[in-house]
């Protein structure tokens, strides 16, 4: 993860540094990369200072220790004012006790097993993404062919939801308020995941006459 990140942060301009315990994994960085690679442990302050912390603009924490990363991330943002901190969190309960701190987390089994999931189960069965407590998602979701034709704001109005895009043909779409659901658009909505199963019922039947 940390080398994959770091080459498409240098790919796209940035300057980059790595911290790692162990020296033998800077040999997964690739061969032109330009970046410090400073030996240590990612929350000692000497390491951060040697990696040019004092001057970063982010600081994304993504060791294979929970407590470690965590800890890390606090120390980029409580002791050098990083703004721009992320932290990786195996456990998913955690993840949601760390975001309400004030730090931004993945929580990597929870995200990984969406993705998954919505390669073995039906079309729109699991989320796009999920907030990191779980209680918003963002989802695609089937609806009636009755629905073709139907303003989206009326859509909206009707499902008690928000849409969030539209992919048609090939293209995503930001619903405007005179937008219409086409044939064979795909639509995207926000919401919380346990209005999901009332959302999708309704969608799931023909509109109103009103609507």
Do not use: C
């Not at 240098?10 to 400073?38: C, K, M, N, T, Y």
């Not at 970063?56 to 991330?73: H, L, Q, R, T």
């Amino acid at each position: 993860m940390g080398s994959t990140l770091a080459h498409i942060l240098e790919d796209g301009g940035h300057s980059v540094a790595i911290i790692d315990r162990d020296p033998q994994a800077f040999r997964r960085l690739r061969a032109g990369f330009r970046g410090r690679r400073v030996t240590g442990i990612g929350f000692d302050r000497d390491v951060l200072e040697e990696a040019g912390i004092e001057s970063a603009g982010a600081y994304v924490a993504v060791s294979s220790g929970d407590n470690s990363n965590i800890i890390s991330a606090r120390v980029a943002r409580e002791t050098f004012g990083v703004d721009n901190v992320v932290a990786r969190i195996y456990d998913s309960r955690r993840a949601e006790v760390y975001q309400r701190l004030g730090i931004p987390t993945v929580a990597t089994v929870r995200w990984t097993a969406d993705q998954i999931l919505r390669r073995v189960l039906p079309e729109g069965a699991e989320p796009l993404w999920r907030d990191p407590t779980g209680a918003v998602v963002l989802a695609e979701v089937a609806y009636h062919p009755g629905w073709i034709g139907t303003r989206t704001r009326d859509l909206e109005e009707a499902a008690g939801t928000r849409l969030a895009f539209v992919n048609r043909m090939g293209e995503t779409l930001l619903p405007r308020h005179d937008s219409m659901v086409q044939e064979g658009d795909v639509l995207h909505v926000m919401a919380a995941e346990n209005d999901m199963d009332r959302i999708n019922k309704v969608l799931s039947g023909a509109p109103e006459e009103d609507h």
